[in-house]
């Protein structure tokens, strides 16, 4: 199946900072999502975004599918930014239904 | 509405109790997911259901029964569980694929802690 290489692993940052969180892919991207698991373990969808470029307020993602990669902008951070992200892409192969997730970013957002 | 429950939001259980996990959506959509995710790990695929039919068994252990009991339910039944299954249970739903834009939507959780 496809392989999901997120970077960095770890992020702290300052109230205010800008960052932005990475997924490289071992195969097409078609599908791609991105999700922002809070402290309580809750999976937020934040973008379905298998091409191109898609904002939502402080937050934009831009998928490159001929390069398979995908990138995650966070403007202006606060402290409820704070938590896990992770990149997911659907099996193109025989498990149709598979997501595989990347191992995700922990996000520390400082006051 | 964009929106997957499940209940108990927490379930602390001994190793000879049975207890259920219950999912519901209401967004029409014909596939729906079991996930078990440790700490520090992204969420593991258990189980798919396809239009009310098992789908897919990522080789789960028969102490975990699920059970869809119509389009929009998903159970998972528990009984005499290890220690080593205590993690946060997700559920899931999507689009069957083919069917349109393949987005899973998670429901927040149970925290399970097995004794």
């Known amino acids: 199946g496809i392989q999901v290489e997120q970077s960095p692993p770890d992020l702290i940052l300052q109230e205010g ?6 997924c490289n892919f071992s195969d097409s991207v078609n599908n791609l999502q991105w999700f922002h698991q809070n402290p309580w373990g809750q999976l937020i969808n934040l973008f379905y975004i298998p091409s191109g470029t898609k904002q939502n ?19 202006s951070s606060q402290t409820t930014d704070s938590g896990v992200y992770f990149c997911a892409e659907k099996n193109s192969g025989g498990s149709n239904y598979k997501l595989t997730f990347g191992k995700g970013t922990l996000l520390t957002v400082n006051p | ?55 897919i068994n990522e080789s789960v252990p ?10 929009s339910l998903l159970n998972l039944h528990l009984h005499a569980l290890q220690p080593e299954d205590s993690a946060l249970y997700l559920c899931a739903s999507s689009q069957v694929p083919g069917q349109g834009p393949y987005e899973q939507y998670f429901g927040p959780g149970t925290r399970l802690t097995v004794t």
Request: positive net charge.
């Open chain 2, 1 to 55: 509405d964009t929106e997957v429950t499940q209940t108990p939001k927490h379930l602390v259980m001994g190793m000879t109790n049975k207890k259920s996990l219950k999912c519901e959506q209401h967004m029409g959509h014909r596939a729906m997911y079991w996930y078990k995710q440790k700490a520090k790990k992204p969420p593991e695929l258990m189980f798919v259901y396809s239009y009310e039919k098992l789908s």
């Open chain 1, 17 to 22: 900072a800008n960052s932005t969180l990475r």
């Open chain 2, 62 to 71: 028969s102490r975990f029964s699920p059970e869809c009991p119509n389009s």
């Open chain 1, 57 to 75: 307020g402080r937050l934009s993602a831009t998928t490159v599918a001929t390069e398979r990669y995908s990138l995650l902008y966070i403007s």
